[in-house]
Nanobody, 121 residues
Framework: EVQLQASGGGLVQVGGSLRLSCATS????????IGWFRQAPGKEREGVSC?????YYADSVKGRFTISSDSAENMVYLQMNSLKPDDTAVYYC?????????????????WGQGTQVTVSS
């Protein structure tokens, strides 16, 4: 059974940093695209970053966020630096079919409960 558990969100000031963690089970990192999505109040869900054979980032976070994984510990991370108020959202870790384009509307196979990130200005 695939399970995902996101954590690490919180309240930070503009310019601050957070590292989100996603504990996974039942996921083969070689067989799926893994990634992070977010949804802000009143806005549609958007892809933030995904990883499979490469790593990919939304233009809005490129250069500030870094996705990484530790297959030995079944963990996925999102390091977020230089946070902006527009980054405020609920962040979800997700598993998608391999090769999915995370920056187009896409069905997510599995996702966690989400963790709130709030950036104050």
């Amino acid at each position: 059974e695939v399970q995902l558990q996101a954590s690490g969100g919180g309240l930070v000031q503009v310019g601050g940093s957070l590292r989100l963690s996603c504990a996974t089970s039942g996921v083969s990192f070689d067989s799926y695209t893994i990634g992070w999505f977010r949804q802000a109040p009143g806005k549609e869900r958007e892809g933030v970053s995904c990883s499979d054979s490469g790593t990919y980032y939304a233009d809005s976070v490129k250069g500030r966020f870094t996705i990484s994984s530790d297959s030995a510990e079944n963990m996925v991370y999102l390091q977020m630096n230089s946070l902006k108020p527009d980054d405020t959202a609920v962040y979800y870790c997700a598993v998608l079919p391999y090769g999915s384009d995370c920056f187009q509307p896409v069905d997510i196979a599995y996702w966690g409960q989400g963790t709130q990130v709030t950036v104050s200005s």
